[in-house]
C-alpha cells in the first residue's frame, strides 16, 4: 500500500513517462508486497509496465522510468544513462528507494520515496515506553528532485 500511495502521489510526474520499470532482485530485503503495490499502481492508471530481476542496457531508453529499491545499482543505472547519452529527469527518470545524504547530490539530485525514519522512531519509542507491543504504519515522505521530469 506505501508504494502504491507515494508512486500515485508523483502519479503528475511519473505519468509522463511511457514505461515504467521496477527492478526487484530476487535477493531485496524488500518485502514481496511492493512488486504487488507497483503493479496495482501501474494497472490503476494503465501504464506499460514491468517488473525486472536486474538492471539491464535496454530499460534505459528515452520515456522509461526506473525504480529502484537498492541503492548497489543506483550508480549502474545514473553510469547507462549517460552512457547512452540520455539526460537523466527529461529522457529518462530515476526514483529510488530510501532517502540518503548522498541521492540530495548524486546527478543533480536522485527522486526518492523513503520511509519517515524519525517518525518510525517515535511510534517505536512510544510503544517501548507504553509496553505496548504492535504493528504500526509508518507514512513515506517523498524527494521530488532533478531525476524525475516535471
Known sequence: ?????????????????????LVYTEDSTHPREVVKGFEIYCRM??????????????????????????????????????EKNLELGKDVG?????????????????SVISTDWQAMGHKAAEQILKQEPGIQRVPFKIYLRNSLKR
Not at 500500500?1 to 520499470?21: P, S, V
Not at 522510468?65 to 549502474?76: H, K, R, Y
Not at 532517502?99 to 539530485?109: F, N, Q, Y
Open 1 to 21: 500500500m506505501d508504494i502504491r500511495e507515494a508512486l500515485n502521489t508523483l502519479n503528475d510526474q511519473l505519468g509522463l513517462y511511457d514505461k515504467h520499470y
Open 94 to 110: 530515476l526514483l529510488s528507494y530510501n532517502e540518503t545524504p548522498l541521492k540530495r547530490i548524486l546527478a543533480g539530485g536522485i
Open 45 to 82: 492508471f494503465d501504464y506499460d509496465y514491468e517488473v525486472r530481476s536486474h538492471l539491464d542496457r535496454e530499460l534505459f531508453r528515452e520515456g522509461a522510468v526506473i525504480t529502484l529499491l537498492d541503492d548497489a545499482q543506483l550508480v549502474s543505472a545514473i553510469e547507462l544513462v549517460r
